[in-house]
């Protein structure tokens, strides 16, 4: 053989690589002249001939499609030429296949990748197909390939008749509606799977609907199509919805035509499910009804996350991650993607959320400041705001290190004493002078001529009283006739402690007097808990101010009415009989 024939091709990383400077990796050789061959990179001892790849692939099923990116592929292009095949080869016979540093590929593979990217739908089927790839990445071959001194021409061997296309395409191009339900469409269903036609058809008058599966089993085709049918509905439809869908495994492409295509359906919501009514004609489900396939999931939670809306689908779980489509479509997640983490970074995964029925997509289900994760940690119920129901938040509890599993250990006898360690005191102080003064100003009878003198008793009254005649009902003292005390005495069981002006005491009057860091914790807290707060730290605060009022009127050392010195032992004047706290004479 003339060594002319005899090529070496030597292989390389991107790593070094620099147009023709290569770190050599594999060496390989072939044959310039026919039988041409494709060396694989694994570097056997011999190719595969185009002879031999041609049988091979005449025991394929179907179409076959091939891109081939080596030296003089296209001699091995023109040998597997035949009828229900398309091949795309990298270059010409005589030409080699040059690799490119600058993007770390083959030259022509690089440029039709990128052709995927700019190519246009030319012939409006709905799907960008071989044909339509192919003169933008032979363009961008040989300029790039010019660029580096040695050109190498791309080339397509098309045995197949129509647009070649492998992705799932469903294109319904006309669509017509006829009364009782039947119909004829024209579109393009081509690339891999099987498609699905079905039809809802409206009656938007009296509201009647009626969604019918048309053909289940629509053989993938090259080139454009047709597809007509006769009804038998009990109505008389004036609008119709028509769906074609492409499946393939999991994955789908669906297009959609209205029938007449001048009809424009409402913006309004009349089932009220989300899905304006508008939309819902456009997807083909009932506007009227707010679960069209009662499945349980509504129509706009379905169509939002590309669940069928005409099937009771609700338990299937086409992901296998164990969550039900009901839950994935509840809180937005994708029914067709494995949902195995932590979609809220709360700690728990999706599945866990899914057994302790929480929210996926929010980390504290309940509001309680405290994401659900730490909940199930605590022992908290995740879905409670308020675990034990004493009228503060877990979180809030577990904040102010209280007990949120325990209704005693609550943060309001925080507050309080908080509060009245500093509060109390200032506040009795003040108060037992006021007592003090109001005595002094509304009790009739003798007055002491020192109030600051505790050491001697006042003047007593010039008669002497018979001890005797207490309790006899012919007993009258001779001051009887004047009037007995009022307002503010001290009356046990009906005390009230009141605000400026004789109002009654409000938490505004006593807030002033909390420690800064009490009324700091106060604002954090929610509008609800903090009334409770407030009205336990008022009502605590009455209660020590009477009695330490109560305490300052028993030390008086003397009878505010008669001005007689009190038995320290009981609570009534021994002259005469006067109630020192109530106010009330005895009998």
């Given at each position: ?5 005899i ?9 070094y690589?620099?147009?023709y ?8 050789t ?7 061959e ?7 001892s011999?190719?595969?001939q ?14 076959v ?6 030296c ?5 292009g ?7 095949r398309y091949?795309m080869?990298a270059?010409?016979?005589?030409e ?9 590929n083959?030259?022509?593979t690089?440029?039709?990748?990128n052709?995927?990217?700019t190519?246009t ?10 044909e339509?790839?192919?003169p933008?990445?032979?363009?961008a071959t040989?300029?790039?390939s010019?660029q580096?001194s040695?050109v ?16 799932l ?5 006309t669509?017509?509606?006829s ?5 004829s469409t ?16 409206y009656d938007?008058?009296?509201h ?15 080139g454009a199509?047709s597809?007509s049918?006769?009804?038998?509905l009990a109505?008389t ?9 492409a ?6 492409e ?5 029938w ?14 989300g ?5 819902e ?16 999931i509504?129509?706009?939670k ?8 005409f099937i009771?689908?609700?338990a ?5 991650d ?6 994935e479509?509840?809180?937005g997640l994708d029914?067709f993607?494995p949902?195995?983490g ?10 866990q959320?899914f057994?302790?029925?929480t ?7 309940d509001n309680?400041?405290?994401?659900d994760g730490q909940?199930i ?5 995740p879905?409670?705001?308020d675990?034990d129901h ?7 509890e ?8 325990n ?22 102080s003040?108060s ?6 109001d005595v ?16 001697s ?7 002497t009283?018979?001890?005797?005649s ?17 307002s ?11 605000g400026p ?21 106060l ?7 903090r ?9 605590a605060?009455k209660?020590a101010?009477?009695?330490?009022i ?5 030390d008086r050392?003397f ?10 032992n009981?609570r009534?004047?021994p ?13």
């Amino acid at each position: 053989m003339d060594t002319n024939d005899i090529y070496v091709e030597l292989y390389s990383d991107n790593i070094y690589c620099n147009y023709y400077g290569f770190q050599v990796d594999h060496v390989q050789t072939g044959v310039w002249t026919s039988p041409y061959e494709i060396v694989p990179y694994d570097g056997l001892s011999s190719g595969v001939q185009g002879a031999t790849l041609d049988s091979w692939l005449d025991g394929v099923p179907g179409f076959v499609v091939g891109i081939l990116d080596s030296c003089m592929s296209g001699g091995v292009g023109a040998d597997i030429n035949q009828a229900g095949r398309y091949v795309m080869t990298a270059c010409e016979s005589s030409e080699f296949s040059l690799d490119d540093s600058s993007s770390h590929n083959g030259v022509f593979t690089n440029a039709f990748l990128n052709a995927w990217n700019t190519a246009t739908d030319t012939d409006g089927d709905g799907a960008i197909s071989f044909e339509e790839v192919y003169p933008i990445a032979r363009s961008a071959t040989i300029t790039r390939s010019t660029q580096m001194s040695s050109v190498h021409h791309p080339m397509e061997f098309d045995g197949i008749t129509g647009p070649t296309v492998l992705d799932l395409n469903a294109k319904i191009s006309t669509f017509t509606g006829s009364a009782a339900g039947g119909g004829s469409t024209s579109f393009y269903l081509n690339g891999q799977g099987h498609g699905v036609l079905s039809c809802s058809f409206y009656d938007t008058n009296q509201h009647r609907f009626s969604h019918v599966t048309l053909n289940s089993s629509m053989e993938s085709k090259f080139g454009a199509q047709s597809y007509s049918w006769t009804g038998s509905l009990a109505f008389t439809p004036n609008v119709a919805t028509l769906t074609l869908e492409a499946r393939f495994q999991t994955w789908s492409e669906t297009s959609k035509a209205m029938w007449p295509s001048t009809f424009s359906p409402p913006d309004s919501d009349t089932d009220g499910d989300g899905l304006s009514d508008s939309a819902e004609y456009a997807a083909g489900t009932n506007p009227w009804a707010v679960d069209t396939d009662s499945d349980g999931i509504n129509d706009a939670k379905e169509v939002s996350v590309g669940l069928d809306p005409f099937i009771d689908d609700a338990a299937l779980d086409p992901d296998g991650d164990t969550l039900p489509n009901w839950f994935e479509a509840e809180y937005g997640l994708d029914p067709f993607t494995p949902n195995l983490g932590d979609t809220d970074n709360d700690g728990l995964t999706d599945k866990q959320e899914f057994v302790y029925g929480t929210n996926p997509v929010n980390p504290d289900t309940d509001n309680d400041n405290l994401e659900d994760g730490q909940e199930i940690l605590e022992g908290t119920n995740p879905l409670d705001c308020d675990t034990d129901h004493d009228g503060f938040y877990d979180g809030d509890e577990l904040n102010l290190g209280n007990d949120p599993l325990n209704p005693l250990n609550s943060p309001a006898y925080h507050f309080v004493m908080m509060g009245f360690i500093v509060a109390i005191p200032i506040f009795i102080s003040i108060s037992a002078k006021h007592v003090k003064r109001d005595v002094k100003r509304s009790v009739p009878g003798p007055r002491p001529t020192a109030l600051t003198n505790r050491t001697s008793p006042p003047p007593r009254p010039s008669y002497t009283p018979s001890y005797s005649s207490y309790g006899s009902s012919s007993y009258q003292p001779p001051y009887s006739s004047r009037p007995l005390p009022s307002s503010p005495m001290i009356r046990p069981g009906s005390l009230s402690v009141t605000g400026p002006q004789g109002r009654p005491l409000q938490f505004s009057d006593i807030e002033p007097m909390l420690p800064p860091q009490v009324r700091y914790e106060l604002s954090l807290l929610p509008y609800s808990q903090r009334i409770v707060v407030e009205y336990q730290l008022l009502t605590a605060f009455k209660q020590a101010m009477l009695r330490k009022i109560q305490e300052q009127v028993m030390d008086r050392p003397f009878c505010t009415r008669c001005g007689a010195r009190p038995n320290p032992n009981s609570r009534y004047c021994p002259i005469c009989g006067y109630d020192l706290l109530s106010g009330v004479r005895l009998p």
